[in-house]
């Protein structure tokens, strides 16, 4: 049975795709432009697309760093929920009494 994928190997495969295609676009653009004298003009765009495909994939991440926190949050709370319906709540620790701390002369 294969492993199922999570959402951030999903995320991650695909923004490895996307940057995949965007380095074969580039050297594509790069060759045709090359025979056209703008190479300079495509050099400044893909360099854009680049910068740009960068910050859509760190707010990709950034969005389900905060995703997977909301859903562990959620968790633990509806873990203790049940935790307080069933009585089976973690009661805080006793407090230990100190022994009197040795007076040395």
Do not use: F
Request: hydrophobic share 40%; no cysteine.
């Amino acid at each position: 049975m294969a492993k199922k994928q999570t959402p951030q190997d999903r995320l991650h495969a695909m923004v490895a795709e996307v940057e995949t295609l965007a380095k074969n676009l580039r050297a594509d653009l790069r060759k045709r432009a090359s025979a056209t004298g703008i190479e300079k003009e495509l050099r400044k765009s893909a360099a854009r697309l680049q910068k740009t495909a960068g910050g859509v994939a760190a707010k990709l991440e950034a969005h389900v760093g905060s995703l997977r926190k909301q859903a562990e949050k959620a968790v633990a709370q509806a873990r203790k929920a049940i935790a307080a319906r069933t009585g089976t709540a973690k009661k805080p620790a006793a407090k230990r009494k100190r022994s009197p701390a040795k007076k040395t002369v």
